[in-house]
């Protein structure tokens, strides 16, 4: 319902901006996975005609702004599933001769009381065959920011998950950012589930600074992985789609059928 961009052909009224939110659903089950940096995916979801009310429930991928700024939108005791770490205050910071500095705040002030939440850092099933995937483990963690506080805690995005549908074709995994690694993800999702068939992957991919040998070894692990469909948007970026000339960028205002 709402990404950094507009898709070709999509109603004029439709808002494109910097984040993410995508409603998914199959036959018996309707999730919100994220809410995009502010109110614009409920006045998209108006203008497409889409009613949020009767969503079996609501996803955070992870705390930053661009993702889960729309949620003071949603309706008083909306069920949200994600991960006890999600509204930690943190920053995006550079360090410089041993000082540390903030430079952007990346969390946003969000009154979660409001809602039925659902706080997990292990897999959880949502309806029949979506999973929230929790914890994603990483061997190195690599830090995207820092946690407020005066000590500088690195933030390694630790509360990041995906949510798993289990289809007849394989495993759709669906992310907000990918801050901890596709491969990552992919092996996470791949050892809760049993199911080592990828049929899809849809969302950010955090792969617009990547270094060459990252998009590299991307590239390498999704050829040996062999998804059906590869749909990258977001935070994906030029620069990731360049590497992955076999992705389709979804944007605000279309729809994916698998």
Same mark, same amino acid.
């Given at each position: 319902?709402l990404?950094? @961009?507009?898709?070709?052909?999509a109603?004029?009224?439709? &808002?494109?901006?910097p984040?993410?939110?995508?409603? /998914?659903e199959?036959?018996?089950t309707?999730?919100?996975?994220?809410?995009?940096p502010?109110?614009?995916?409920? #006045?998209?979801?108006?203008a497409?005609?889409?009613?949020?009310?009767?969503?079996?429930?609501?996803?955070?991928?992870?705390? @930053?702004?661009? @993702?889960?700024?729309?949620?003071?939108w949603?309706?008083?005791?909306?069920r949200?599933i994600?991960?006890?770490d999600i509204?930690?205050e943190?920053?995006a910071a550079?360090?410089f001769?041993?000082?540390?500095?903030?430079? &952007?705040?990346l969390s946003?002030?969000?009154?979660?009381?409001?809602?039925?939440?659902?706080? !997990?850092r292990?897999?959880?099933?949502?309806?029949?065959?979506?999973?929230?995937s929790?914890e994603?483990?990483v061997?190195?963690?690599?830090?995207y920011?820092?946690?407020?506080g005066?000590?500088?805690e690195?933030d390694?995005?630790l509360?990041?998950?995906?949510l798993?549908?289990q289809? !007849? &074709?394989g495993? /759709?995994?669906? !992310?907000?950012c990918?801050?901890?690694?596709?491969?990552n993800?992919?092996?996470?999702?791949?050892?809760?589930t049993?199911?080592?068939?990828?049929?899809?992957?849809v969302?950010?991919?955090h792969?617009?600074?990547?270094?060459?040998f =990252?998009?590299w070894? /991307?590239?390498r692990?999704l #050829?040996e #992985?062999?998804?059906?469909k590869?749909c990258g948007?977001?935070? =994906?970026?030029a620069?990731?789609?360049?590497?992955?000339?076999e992705?389709?960028a979804p944007?605000?205002?279309?729809?994916?059928?698998?």
């Amino acid at each position: 319902m709402l990404e950094n @961009h507009k898709g070709a052909g999509a109603d004029k009224s439709l &808002k494109a901006r910097p984040g993410l939110s995508l409603l /998914v659903e199959d036959e018996s089950t309707s999730i919100l996975f994220d809410t995009g940096p502010d109110g614009s995916f409920m #006045q998209n979801a108006l203008a497409m005609g889409i009613d949020l009310s009767d969503v079996s429930a609501v996803v955070l991928s992870h705390g @930053h702004y661009d @993702h889960c700024g729309g949620v003071p939108w949603l309706p008083d005791n909306s069920r949200i599933i994600c991960h006890p770490d999600i509204a930690r205050e943190r920053y995006a910071a550079m360090t410089f001769l041993g000082i540390t500095r903030k430079i &952007k705040k990346l969390s946003c002030e969000v009154d979660y009381s409001r809602y039925r939440m659902m706080y !997990t850092r292990d897999p959880l099933p949502i309806g029949k065959n979506f999973i929230w995937s929790g914890e994603i483990p990483v061997v190195a963690p690599e830090a995207y920011g820092i946690f407020g506080g005066h000590d500088a805690e690195p933030d390694s995005i630790l509360d990041e998950g995906v949510l798993i549908y289990q289809s !007849t &074709k394989g495993l /759709v995994i669906i !992310t907000g950012c990918g801050h901890r690694g596709i491969a990552n993800i992919v092996r996470h999702c791949q050892n809760i589930t049993g199911i080592k068939r990828i049929y899809a992957l849809v969302g950010g991919f955090h792969l617009r600074c990547a270094s060459p040998f =990252t998009l590299w070894r /991307v590239r390498r692990f999704l #050829q040996e #992985q062999k998804p059906e469909k590869l749909c990258g948007c977001h935070c =994906t970026g030029a620069w990731g789609r360049l590497w992955l000339p076999e992705i389709t960028a979804p944007a605000t205002g279309d729809v994916l059928r698998f």
